[in-house]
């Protein structure tokens, strides 16, 4: 089974400054996808960020960007520039590439606090 | 319209009450999901929704959990003789099509969760 590990519980950042956030995960796949989610307190869960894990070149969205490492299955995100409203908690998931339920596998979260 | 919509918002119910969470996909997508947050942990995958058939199941934690899906659009999640255990937050994802081929992304959509309280 696929697991998600985030050793991170909580993390800070002092605003425009920069984080990462690291994740490492276990799959006998070659085939998947790997996502950062945000959840503010509103509860609503927010895709940041995915990479497919067939893409050498790292994905980058803004801010946002990640370091995938296939071969150690590691998947760390880098915020730049922090904002207080990337305050939240952030989740670090798996989903299968090819066929079943493509259910998401999720690691325990990171809460990241921004310090104005 | 929207994203994804469930109901109630928040619930609190006495343990031993039966208590239904309700989820509205976006309008079109076939796949929809059940997720369980607790307290202090990720969100752990309860079961998946292929139109009105759910061929995963597999994440029910017991036979007092069970779901379905009519008419291919809303998803009511029944637990049965709640427990103090039961507390989470439930989210519901839907998306468009599942099983889809690499390079093919499959977003989930999640809506803004039900959190049950069981006294």
């Known amino acids: 089974a696929q697991t998600v590990t985030q050793s991170q519980p909580e993390m800070s950042v002092q605003e425009a400054e920069t984080v990462t956030l690291s994740c490492t995960y276990d799959?006998?796949?070659?085939?998947?996808?790997l996502f950062w989610y945000k959840q503010p307190p509103s509860r609503q869960m927010i895709l940041v960020i995915r990479?497919?894990?067939?893409?050498?070149q790292n994905a980058t969205e803004n801010r946002f960007s990640v370091n995938f490492q296939k071969a150690a299955k590691s998947f760390s995100l880098k915020i730049s520039d922090s904002q207080l409203g990337d305050a939240a908690m952030y989740f670090c998931a798996y989903q299968p590439g090819q066929g079943g339920s493509e259910k998401l596998v999720f690691g325990k979260g990171t809460k990241l606090t921004v310090n104005p | 319209g929207a994203g994804v919509s469930q109901s109630p918002s928040n619930k609190v119910t006495e343990k031993g009450k039966d208590v239904e969470l309700r989820c509205d996909p976006i309008s079109g997508h076939t796949a929809l999901y059940w997720y369980r947050q607790s307290l202090g942990q990720g969100l752990e995958f309860l079961i998946y929704f292929q139109g009105n058939s759910a061929p995963d199941k597999s994440g029910l934690p017991s036979d007092r959990f069970s779901a379905e899906r009519t008419g291919g659009s809303v998803s009511t999640l029944t637990i049965q003789r709640t427990q103090q255990e039961d507390s989470a937050v439930y989210l519901c994802?839907?998306?468009?099509?599942?099983?889809?081929?690499?390079?093919?992304?499959?977003?989930?959509?999640f809506g803004p969760g039900t959190r049950l309280t069981v006294l």
């Open positions: 799959t006998s796949e070659s085939d998947y996808y």
């Open positions: 990479q497919e894990a067939y893409k050498q």
């Open positions: 994802a839907s998306s468009l099509v599942p099983g889809a081929p690499i390079g093919f992304y499959n977003e989930q959509f």
